[in-house]
């Protein structure tokens, strides 16, 4: 199992950039797909970004490509979601999960999940 916690949320205006981290820890993370999905109220958890071991494989969601950069940094055992031109609708809880899938990717199962941060966009 892989621990794992999310950090850097916050509260944001439209147009500007937020940072989120998430730290693993417990089994082996670096063999792991990791991804980031989010919920918003009142709607189904959706996916946002994957990254797969090597970083040589990474998956968006529509809605956020070109304003979001996953990236992971295996030798801390972290993953990162880098959120720029952020919208309103943006706003939900974040969640880092893990997947031992060595690829990712929307479709692919994370059998591991954080608490979640939450990030606020305000018009």
């Known amino acids: 199992q892989v621990q794992l916690v999310e950090t850097g949320g916050g509260l944001v205006q439209a147009g500007g950039s937020l940072s989120l981290s998430c730290a693993a820890s417990?089994?082996?993370?670096?063999?792991?797909?990791m991804g980031w999905y989010r919920q918003a109220p009142g709607k189904e958890r959706e996916f946002v970004a994957s990254?797969?071991?090597?970083?040589?494989?990474?998956y968006y969601t529509d809605s956020v490509r070109g304003r979001v950069t996953i990236s992971r940094d295996n030798a801390n055992n972290m993953v990162y979601l880098q959120m720029n031109s952020l919208k309103p609708e943006d706003t939900a809880v974040y969640y880092c999960?893990?997947?031992?899938?060595?690829?990712?990717?929307?479709?692919?199962?994370?059998?591991?999940w954080g608490q979640g941060t939450q990030v606020t966009v305000s018009s």
């Open positions: 999960a893990a997947s031992r899938s060595v690829v990712g990717g929307p479709t692919t199962v994370y059998s591991d």
């Open positions: 417990g089994r082996t993370f670096r063999t792991d797909a």
């Open positions: 990254i797969n071991w090597s970083g040589g494989r990474i």
